[in-house]
């Protein structure tokens, strides 16, 4: 045996059926395309969310929320993140250059201290906003809280 010899196995080869030559081809006439409609039409391509002329759904259900131009999205960290951060890097004093520092925030969002979790330790902390629950726990122990 050698290579002037190899042949794939039987019946695993195929011709492709040419489609669209003649009548006597058994593929001719409408080339396996059915009668009529767009999918029989030459350059057919579905549109995303056409549903064969119905109404789509994107257009049959009401349009609703508003979101104002000038909102302001902020970065949320809360205290339990604050605590370990200070625990860690032994820090009396947290701004957002720590933060992103740490990798909490990316510092191109405005940072929002929330009081999920406590904080036991006295620390300076500036942020852009506070929640006031957040505000109040950090003020409890003994820190000030500082609106950039």
Known sequence: MDLSNLQPAVGSVQKKTRIGRGAGSGKGGTSTRGHKGAKSRSGYSRKIGFEGGQMPLQRRLPKFGFKPLNRVEYKAVNLVDLEVLATAGNLDKIAIADLVAAGIVNGK?????????????????EANAFSAAAEQAIVAAGGTATKI
Not at 109 to 125: F, M, S
């Open 109 to 125: 969002q405005p940072v929002k201290i929330l009081a999920k979790g406590t904080i036991t330790r006295k620390l300076e902390v």
